[in-house]
């Protein structure tokens, strides 16, 4: 069963940086299409940024130039270093594993979510 733990998530100032960190366990992560996804107060869960095992990332238009996707197969980790956050960042960050494709449509898998707030 593959688990996901996320963690780096936090208090921080308009124009600051967080780095949130997902670790992977239970599978072979390099078939498997990581994730970031974020949920604001009152608002849907979004996807924010993907990465596949060979590194092509997908970014959300709103964090486009500001965040950066990466990860290490031989650490299977993911992270996502979140530059000039601004107030309209602040959400609970979901990591999430998506292995549809190599495992079959059970494969979607999603971390507890951690909180970052985004406050002056």
């Known amino acids: 069963q593959v688990q996901l733990v996320e963690s780096g998530g936090g208090l921080v100032q308009p124009g600051g940086s967080l780095r949130l960190s997902c670790a992977f366990s239970g599978s072979i992560f390099s078939i498997y299409v990581m994730g970031w996804y974020r949920r604001g107060p009152g608002n849907q869960r979004e996807q924010v940024a993907a990465i596949t095992s060979d590194g092509s990332t997908n970014y959300a238009d709103f964090v486009k130039g500001r965040f950066t996707i990466s990860r290490d197969n031989a650490k299977n980790t993911v992270n996502l270093q979140m530059n000039s956050l601004e107030p309209e960042d602040t959400a609970v960050y979901y990591c999430?594993?998506?292995?549809?494709?190599?495992?079959?449509?059970?494969?979607?898998?999603w971390g507890q979510g951690t909180q970052v707030i985004v406050s002056s």
């Open positions: 999430n594993a998506d292995g549809r494709v190599a495992a079959g449509p059970g494969a979607d898998y």
